[in-house]
């Protein structure tokens, strides 16, 4: 008997190794993966190929952690954001829970059971019809060296470069720091990593944000699964979305790399030409020679003058590695 998967129905779930830790209840933050409670274990990346009336398609399939055992699942038609999927495309949104130690969700057509990392979809009959793997993705540019002539900020050694840097976990630099170095065009590469919060929501969940210039904000933020706005992981804040959500889950290192152009002045101090970003998430485009027609709230105003770059302090555990520019 050929099995067809009915088209928009998608669940998905993972049961992986546990660690044991008694985990609080008051919005427990974390900053190990090997610490991070069984939570943690089920939350993932997920690829296969699902059968439907109108053939075999691709499907990705985020998992996002809510606390509790409670979770939510974002089915991508195509694949996932940034291999397969954008925007436009099938999205579908659906919530489960552990029941019994496992991890389910439950439609009026098909059940998901997941174990030994990977999402098998059954009919109401127990009958498989497919399989979704879990994978998981590493920025292309992570651990990208600085090219001869770069500036290095932060390599894990000294804040040095750094007006109250701190070094968290022996070599990480923990957020709200200010360069001490002005810039004005530049390409810079940032690597981050946001904190797991399961029972934190929207802007509490890990946030941070990278000021360009000190004046424009690219989010930092756990936008893990979300649609992806302007106030989200890899929006500038009031001013664009990111082309795609690009977040990776929590506690996994990302990529941030800019291309800047500062605004242009006359001899009167009046802005001729806006500033420009171009910025890769992940390795993958979100805002393309984006123009940036005003600076964003929270640090400095537009200027003729050089400025540095902040790393937005909201008392979140947000910690950065690798950070280098090159100006041009």
């Known amino acids: 008997m050929s099995l067809i998967y009915p088209r928009g129905v998608l669940a998905a779930l993972l049961l992986a190794s546990f660690v044991s830790v008694t985990v609080a209840q008051d919005q ?3 900053t190990d993966p090997q610490e991070a409670g069984p939570d943690y274990a089920f939350q993932g990346e997920y ?3 699902i059968p439907r009336e109108d053939g075999v398609i691709k499907y990705g399939v ?3 952690a809510l606390g509790d055992g409670k979770f939510r699942s974002v089915a991508h038609e195509g694949g996932l954001p940034g291999d397969g999927w ?3 495309m099938e999205r579908r949104n659906d919530d489960g829970q552990i029941i019994e130690g496992k991890l389910r969700i439950e439609t009026d057509d098909v059940d998901a059971v997941v174990a030994d990392n990977k999402i098998t979809i059954l009919t109401k009959d127990g009958d498989v019809i497919a399989t979704l793997k879990k994978v998981i993705r590493e920025s292309p540019t992570l651990g990208k060296k600085a090219p001869e002539g770069a500036i290095v900020l932060f390599d894990g050694t000294d804040t040095d470069h750094w007006q109250n840097g701190k070094i968290v976990q022996d070599n990480l630099l923990l957020a709200a720091v200010e360069t001490k170095q002005k810039f004005k065009d530049h390409s810079l590469h940032l690597e981050f990593r946001t904190p797991f919060k399961p029972h934190a929501r929207g802007q509490g969940r890990g946030n941070s944000g990278l000021y360009v210039n000190n004046r424009y904000e690219v ?3 756990d936008s ?3 649609e992806g706005e302007n106030n989200e992981c ?5 001013i664009a979305k990111p082309g795609v959500n690009m977040c990776y889950p929590p506690l996994t290192w990302q990529t941030y790399d800019v291309d800047f152009t500062a605004p242009k002045y006359d001899a009167d101090g009046k802005k001729t030409e806006n500033a420009r970003v171009t910025i890769k998430h992940n390795g993958v485009v979100i805002h393309d020679n984006l123009e940036l027609p005003n600076h964003t709230p929270g640090k400095n105003q537009e200027s003729p003058e050089a400025d540095g770059f902040y790393l937005q302090g909201h008392g979140n555990p947000v910690v950065f590695q690798n950070i280098w520019v090159v100006e041009k």
Request: charged fraction near 15%; charge should be positive; hydrophobic fraction near 35%.
């Open 28 to 30: 427990p933050t974390y």
């Open 234 to 238: 890899g929006g500038i804040y009031q």
């Open 224 to 226: 893990f699964g979300l």
């Open 47 to 49: 690829v296969g190929e």
């Open 219 to 221: 989010q930092i933020l």
């Open 86 to 88: 954008k925007r436009g």
């Open 62 to 64: 985020q998992i996002i």
